[in-house]
Structure formats: C-alpha cells, structure tokens
C-alpha cells in the first residue's frame, strides 16, 4: 500500500558529502516517524537517525555530529545530508517510516536501500 523510493547513494572519497532521499507514495494519510539505517557486509543493521511528526531528532553517536535528518512533510520525503564520511560509514542505507493509512491503520515500511562506499 506504501511504496518508499530512494536514492543518492554512491561511490565519494573520504571527508566527502552526500545526500539520500526517501520519497514515500500510496495511501498515506500521516506519517508518524521517519528513519535511516543501514547495514554493513557481514554486520548488524544500525538505526542512524529518526525523526518524528513534531521534529524531533535523535542520532546515533557514530554519525551524530556528521550526519543530519530532515523532512519535507507536505511531499513525504525524508532526506539524511552525510558530511566528514569515513570508510566505516560504507553501507546499504536504508529508509524507514511509519505511516497512518487513509483506513486509518498504523504501519512501517522500508526502502530499497541504496549503496554508499567510501574510499580511503
């Protein structure tokens, strides 16, 4: 019923900067809290950042200062600008939001995920 779409993954050098977007479609009556994550080869999927309907942010301390989460409400987009990238931050990045239905029903749904590598 609801379909995430990202992108502005890529290959950058390390100190570089990126941009992702999460651009949520369907039958969405609100969303309630957005999110990035990713995962690693061979490790665990890390919750990144979220933010939720009244704005307020969290970040996880390996990104927090680096990293920053915001939101186009009215387009249903959420988008994480990543700054100072290290090779450690090379990952799957995947996007996150929980949504009120037009059936009024509450869910969460996930991105494709889109690659992020960064070179030393």
């Known amino acids: 019923q609801v379909q995430l779409v990202e992108s502005g993954g890529g290959l950058v050098r390390a100190g570089g900067s990126l941009r992702l977007s999460c651009a949520a479609s369907g039958s969405i009556f609100r969303i309630n809290v957005m999110a990035w994550y990713r995962q690693a080869p061979g490790k665990q999927r890390e919750l990144l950042a979220t933010?939720?309907?009244?704005?307020?942010?969290n970040y996880a301390d390996s990104v927090k200062g680096r990293f920053t989460i915001s939101r186009v409400t009215a387009k249903n987009t959420v988008y994480l600008y990543m700054n100072s990238l290290r090779p450690e931050d090379t990952a799957v990045y995947y996007c996150n939001v929980g949504v009120e239905s037009i059936s009024g029903l509450n869910g969460d749904y996930w991105g494709q995920g889109t690659q992020v590598t960064v070179s030393s």
């Open positions: 933010i939720t309907s009244s704005g307020n942010t």
